[in-house]
């Protein structure tokens, strides 16, 4: 049986001149001295092999952000918060990233879902390669700013085809770039004329429609990421709204248009609002995994969180277990099986967790119909008016069922407290812990909707879609 053939290592074409050759030394010492390797000391001890052929762009994001010390909020290994790529499941699979690889879109959408703002810039004929010479620069003097570069390799006599690398160093006078190769068991890091890399970065990439490569800015984002809750990865700003969504929002917000019966009973309200979304989504029960809209983290991925994070998620619970609206809601659910709707893919076994009274807190329906009605409001008379489709004028707006939703959801603060089911209520020093939880929902919603935001409306920011 003949055997597959294998190989050590390539030889880096004469284009790339090796780090760790004399004059790749000779390079980062004139760099260094002419101030163009701050950033090679933050990303420089972050360079890994990427785990698997096709994780180039995984692995070159691992490196920015480990190197950007931005904090997972999850546990690598025993007790340390770290990135890897296992970590990066967001806005497409990693099955599919194994066996494709990413697009600079979707890599550019998992940046953003990891704390990171990501702007894309895009090499064909209407890019500056001076622009671009200046932002590395600007991004090798300092220590906030990371670059990664999508190229084609054949335009630099490597083999392979499209590939990712952070921007490691730049030394002004040769006008050369480090390039920080994820790939090590191919080529190990090298030096590359800026040209020679800009020329690479102008071509097209055959695996995503032949759409230009470019090259991404990364700094760390003020937001923060979920905690418990997150958009379904079939509904993220990279993939087309499935078919299924978009009926399912389309038919709600036909529904919302409404008017109730008895606008002042929020009893009722919230009980005609649960009972004819839930209706909606089960329409879709044949094909509804993509048709989801957000679910919670799996039960594995829970159990990794830090403790700190840990505590937070069940601040988070108690908090939504104490909102009036909660109460209403499980009162018109009650008849109504806990975990197995399909809007919300609800499974028994990967909902309950232990809180820090070592008591159980099982996620059921309620708690995600909490956080859907806080996202309904979005589709207001003051949402985008490029999404008509989803949304109501000021008069469909006036007297309906979302009116009487964005009253309810408004204010936290507003609502009423009662017994959390995960830990009894603390009658002494509860003022920090109450304030607490109100500002974790109230980050929870916001960042949600900017995500739902930012699947509705391409040029919304991407905030978090794991």
């Given at each position: 049986?003949?055997t ?5 290592r390539?030889?880096l074409?004469?284009?790339?001149i090796n ?12 760099a260094?001295d002419?101030?163009g390797m701050?950033i090679f ?5 972050q360079?890994?092999?990427?785990d ?7 692995s070159?994001?691992v490196i920015?952000?480990?190197g ?6 999850r546990?690598?290994?025993?007790v340390?918060?770290w ?5 990066l499941?967001c806005?497409t699979?990693l ?13 550019a959408c998992?940046?953003?879902?990891n704390q990171l703002?990501a702007d ?6 209407h890019?500056s390669?001076?622009?671009f010479r200046?932002?590395?620069k ?5 220590s906030?700013?990371?670059v ?12 392979g ?7 490691g160093g730049?030394?002004?006078g040769?006008d050369?770039?480090l ?6 068991f191919?080529?190990?890091?090298y030096?590359?004329?800026?040209e ?21 800015i990364l700094?760390?984002?003020n ?7 997150r958009i379904?990865?079939?509904f993220?700003a990279i ?11 389309q038919?709600?917000?036909k529904?919302?248009k409404e ?5 002042n ?14 209706k ?9 995994e ?8 799996k039960k594995?991925?829970?159990?990794s ?14 908090e939504?277990?104490?909102l ?10 009650t ?8 809007l919300?893919?609800l499974k028994?076994?990967e ?7 070592g008591?159980?807190c099982?996620?059921?329906?309620p708690?995600?119909m909490?956080?859907l009605?806080h996202?309904l ?5 003051n949402f985008?008016?490029?999404?008509n489709q989803?949304?109501?004028?000021e ?5 309906s069922?979302?009116e009487?939703i964005?009253?309810l959801t408004?204010d936290?603060n ?15 020093g ?10 974790l929902?109230?980050?929870e919603?916001?960042?949600?909707r ?13 905030s978090?879609?794991i």
């Amino acid at each position: 049986m003949a055997t597959k053939t294998n190989f050590y290592r390539r030889i880096l074409p004469e284009i790339c001149i090796n780090f760790s050759s004399d004059d790749g030394k000779l390079i980062f010492k004139e760099a260094l001295d002419n101030g163009g390797m701050e950033i090679f000391f933050h990303l420089g001890p972050q360079i890994r092999t990427q785990d698997e052929p096709a994780y180039c762009g995984l692995s070159s994001l691992v490196i920015v952000l480990n190197g950007l010390a931005v904090d997972p909020g999850r546990v690598w290994k025993g007790v340390w918060r770290w990135y890897h790529e296992s970590m990066l499941e967001c806005c497409t699979s990693l099955e599919d990233v194994q066996r494709q690889g990413v697009t600079i879109e979707q890599l550019a959408c998992i940046a953003k879902c990891n704390q990171l703002n990501a702007d894309v810039v895009y090499v064909d004929d209407h890019a500056s390669i001076d622009d671009f010479r200046e932002l590395v620069k600007q991004s090798c003097r300092g220590s906030s700013m990371a670059v990664i570069c999508s190229f084609g390799r054949r335009e630099l006599g490597q083999t392979g085809s499209g590939h990712f690398s952070p921007i490691g160093g730049y030394h002004p006078g040769k006008d050369v770039v480090l390039v920080l190769e994820p790939a090590r068991f191919k080529y190990p890091p090298y030096w590359l004329s800026l040209e020679a890399l800009w020329n690479a970065m102008n071509t097209k990439d055959p695996t995503n429609g032949d759409s230009p490569r470019g090259y991404m800015i990364l700094e760390k984002s003020n937001s923060q990421p979920t905690l418990l809750f997150r958009i379904s990865r079939y509904f993220n700003a990279i993939n087309p709204l499935h078919e299924d969504a978009a009926d399912f929002l389309q038919k709600a917000v036909k529904f919302l248009k409404e008017k109730p019966e008895k606008p002042n009973n929020s009893h009722q309200v919230i009980k005609d609002v649960a009972e004819n979304l839930l209706k909606i989504s089960a329409e879709h029960k044949l094909n509804h995994e993509k048709g989801i809209l957000f679910n919670t983290f799996k039960k594995s991925q829970l159990e990794s969180m830090s403790p700190e994070h840990q505590t937070a998620m069940f601040s988070l619970v108690e908090e939504i277990e104490s909102l009036e609206l909660y109460q209403y809601l499980r009162d018109a659910l009650t008849n109504r099986s806990c975990c197995s709707e399909a809007l919300f893919d609800l499974k028994k076994e990967e909902q309950v967790l232990v809180n820090e009274c070592g008591l159980p807190c099982v996620l059921c329906l309620p708690h995600y119909m909490v956080i859907l009605l806080h996202m309904l409001p979005l589709f207001g008379p003051n949402f985008s008016t490029e999404l008509n489709q989803f949304s109501l004028t000021e008069e469909e707006f006036k007297g309906s069922y979302l009116e009487a939703i964005q009253v309810l959801t408004r204010d936290n603060n507003e609502s009423n407290c009662s017994k959390s089911n995960c830990c009894e209520e603390k009658t002494n020093g509860n003022t920090e812990s109450n304030k607490r939880g109100k500002h974790l929902l109230k980050n929870e919603i916001k960042e949600l909707r900017k995500q739902m935001l930012s699947v509705l409306n391409k040029d919304a920011q991407v905030s978090c879609c794991i």
